[in-house]
């Protein structure tokens, strides 16, 4: 009797004192996916007409992480949420600035040692439920095109895209966000190549001689 009730005390008294009680072993973290862009489409990119020094994106406080953020607008409107089982490979900043050089290289522009900064601001990229069945991506952002050496602002414009998500989960919301960047590079590409061919008729302020060649 007492043999059998040390046994199976025995093994308790080991999981308690021994390993610190067995409850609080931790566990294998669950595995999640992680999402990148995936290859862009390169119909937006294009050489520029003048030189860019430098082309970062600069984002939102609340976008600094690399968790996929989602808001149910149909109920909670001002609460932003993320997937637990879905993560961006880096921050969404740092993906959308890796796709705009990208499309610059694509189209022959690459960054030069000299020229004007052209500085995005991200300030919304998040899918948002309309109800439980239907999702959209958003992405809004602000580009700034600066001066030489002064920063001295040169240009500015606000871009906005909204794209339907072809499910209403986190991969519809990747699919939706990709289709939103994709037309952000488009717009913003358009953009610049608008404003020097505006400013093209006043030589000593085109961005050609204000950025270089």
Known sequence: MARTLLSRILPAAICLFGLGACGSVPKAAPGYAVHDFGPLSEASARPLAFSLRTAEVVP???LA???????????????RLVFVENRWAAQPGQLVELAIKRGMKAGDS????????????????????????????????????????????IATRSFSATHPAPSPNAVGGVVALREGVEQLERELFGWLDA?????AA????SLRSRCGA
């Not at 000299?114 to 309309?130: A, H, M, N, S, W």
């Not at 006043?202 to 302020?205: K, Y």
């Open 65 to 79: 992480s690399t968790g996929m953020q989602y808001r149910l607008a149909y109920a909670q409107p001002t609460r």
């Open 110 to 153: 690459a960054l030069a040692t000299t020229g004007c900064r052209l500085r995005v601001d991200l300030d919304e990229f998040v899918q948002v439920f309309d109800s439980e069945g239907v999702s959209r991506g958003v992405v809004e952002a602000r580009a700034f095109l600066l001066a030489p050496r002064s920063d001295q602002l």
């Open 202 to 205: 006043r030589p000593s302020d």
């Open 60 to 62: 939102a406080p609340w």
């Open 195 to 199: 404003l020097a061919a505006e400013r």
